[in-house]
């Protein structure tokens, strides 16, 4: 797995969503890649933030539906720079 493929995988397997054995390989290259490590906890951090921004107003969508496609987008946003 490159750094390429884990951004790629991020949001399934924080969304627990990836088979076991791309799992396996997401893992171990966090175990070897400080930068990825890096990325997965500000990913992280990003989508807690989001939560609990959406949080404050119940009413005006589904939270795990809205964060997701917020998280989507500043990934694109990310990979184009
Ligand atoms: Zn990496």
Redesign the pocket.
């Known amino acids: 797995?490159?750094?390429q493929h884990?951004?790629e995988f991020l949001t399934e397997y924080i969304e627990g969503q990836l088979p076991l054995s791309q799992r396996t390989a997401f893992e171990l290259?966090?175990a070897?890649?400080?930068?990825?490590?890096a990325?997965l906890h500000n990913f992280k951090v990003t989508i807690e933030a989001t939560q609990k921004a959406f949080s404050d107003d119940p009413t005006d969508a589904n939270p795990g539906d809205v964060p997701e496609q917020l998280v989507r987008a500043i990934m694109n946003a990310r990979q184009a720079n």
């Open positions: 797995m490159t750094c884990l951004i290259h966090l070897i890649c400080s930068q990825c490590r990325y």
